[in-house]
């Protein structure tokens, strides 16, 4: 009874209930939109993974002709492939411990991303199927597997370099995305020689508490980019200009010193020599102090008047 007196009296609340309902609905449908829209680009990535993979495997090497030279001796290919594997690990590396590129595409080192796991899980399939050096005697098979896994490791990362710059920052929230803003504007200030070296500590402090919590910075990362600030704050320190030999030669004239900065030792001249133990004592008897400075010639425009006699 209490229930319908309730609703009796605010039936009205079924349209405001009504309007929160469609937008919860319209919402829960835009996001099952996005989430079928990136389950299609997750699969057409993968496609396009394993269509490269395919091709990998079916390209015919050079190295399996009949007719083969001796410039593709299997220490040759083995070297070949040792470059490419490089390479792509140097590609790779530029986003590992650069943090502006860190920052810029995230998804390069979020293992949660498909299409960046798969890239790793290449990545460490050609690592473990790498010889230890090209002069290593391998079959054609290891040699054929090897080939296959650093074809695939190439294309893993090239498709997922692809993902990584159209995503950007899209998989972070409003202010997730305000705060890589801040570390980049920061990081620009940690590495400018512009600023000062306070400015540039300071900086380099708030760049790691902003991406405290929203990118997983490596160690190697965070070495790099103290070096970089140790590097700007060395570099920014002015040195005093150095002085020629001439002007130090002129300095140390006219300051009296030589040019090492030491005063020249000269011998005493006999007018400078200390008075002598006679001197000091007949000076006490008398009163008077010799000055040498003072002489029997009164100083130049000074009047001198005669003492009247007694």
Known sequence: MEAWQFFGAYWWLIFPLMGVAGGVGRAWQKSLERRHVRRLEVLRAKSELRAAQVA??????????????ESDSPAT???RLFDAHDAVTSRWLEYELDVAKLIAFPAMSDGRQPLTAAFLRAKRKADGLRPASPKTRTGKEELAEYRDAVHEYEAAFDIAERDARRLRD????????????????LLSVAVDLAATPAERQLAYRRVREELDGLISVSDEAIEVLENRVALELTTGELTPPAVPASAASESAATNGTDASGAAPSRAPRPAEAMPSVEAESSAAATGSWPVPSRGTTPAPGRVTRPRPHA
């Open 56 to 69: 990998a495997r079916a390209q015919p090497a050079a190295t399996d002709a009949p007719d083969s030279r």
């Open 77 to 79: 290919r083995l070297q």
């Open 170 to 185: 899209h998989s972070f929230t409003e202010v997730e995305r305000k705060r890589l803003d801040t570390a980049k504007q």
